[in-house]
């Protein structure tokens, strides 16, 4: 069952944060972020790992909480070069598999 | 530079073909994935494998079959090809859980 992601799709101006949450009906291994631009391959950004981990990658960074079964992805003074399209990906403990939430598609106007 | 090629950009076939999607790649990952990606229902896995000549079914293997005779390789096969198959397919590779790195993606129309 894929993991549910919200909001569906965003619109911010630069300089405005956003946070893009992933919720799954499953227990977590680890929770991987990826960001996809347009007529582009998904780009890793992240992985976050059971324990509750918090992660950062220039002006984005993430949280798990494993209790909840939940991640979420925070973008701060976003920039025109964060639009796109942004999955979650869980793993229920196969440590090979991922299984893709529906995306959220970000747009930042100038 | 660690790269993940497919053999087509864009691919047109017409219903009843035999097509053949290939993938491959040069980082020498155990684990290669095939998914499709369709609007609105983001990255759905169709099959993966984790060491040569070994594969798993994944969410939507319907339709669908797989091959992987090297650890560099990994193709997907349609074995008669109908328009519901009309799809983006990305295929993807990591080492143990590790990212994911994915190709470009073959756009492939069924007519």
């Known amino acids: 069952q894929q993991p549910v992601q919200s909001p569906q799709a965003v619109i911010l101006r630069e300089g405005e944060d956003a946070v893009i949450n992933c919720s799954s009906s499953k227990a977590l291994y680890s929770v991987h972020w990826y960001r996809q631009k347009h007529g582009e391959a998904p780009v890793f950004l992240m992985i976050?790992?059971?324990?509750?981990e918090q992660k950062g990658h220039e002006k984005i960074s993430a949280s798990f909480n494993e209790k909840k079964q939940q991640s979420s992805l925070y973008l701060t003074a976003s920039q025109l070069s964060y639009s796109g399209t942004y999955f979650c990906g869980t793993d229920s403990g196969s440590a090979r598999q991922l299984t893709f939430g529906s995306g959220t598609q970000l747009t930042v106007l100038p | 530079d660690v790269k993940v090629t497919q053999s087509s950009r864009y691919l047109v076939k017409r219903t009843g073909e035999k097509v053949f999607l290939e993938c491959v790649q040069d980082m020498d990952h155990e684990n290669m994935f095939w998914y499709r990606q369709d609007p609105g229902l983001g990255l759905r896995l169709i099959y993966f494998?984790?060491?040569?000549?070994?594969?798993e079914k994944g969410d939507i293997p319907e339709g669908y079959s797989v091959s992987r005779e090297k650890k560099e390789r990994f193709s997907l096969i349609l074995e008669s090809a109908s328009t519901n198959q009309t799809s983006m397919y990305l295929c993807a590779s990591s080492l143990g859980g590790q990212e994911q790195f994915f190709g470009p993606g073959t756009r492939l129309t069924v007519l």
């Open positions: 976050l790992l059971k324990g509750g």
């Open positions: 494998s984790y060491d040569v000549k070994m594969k």
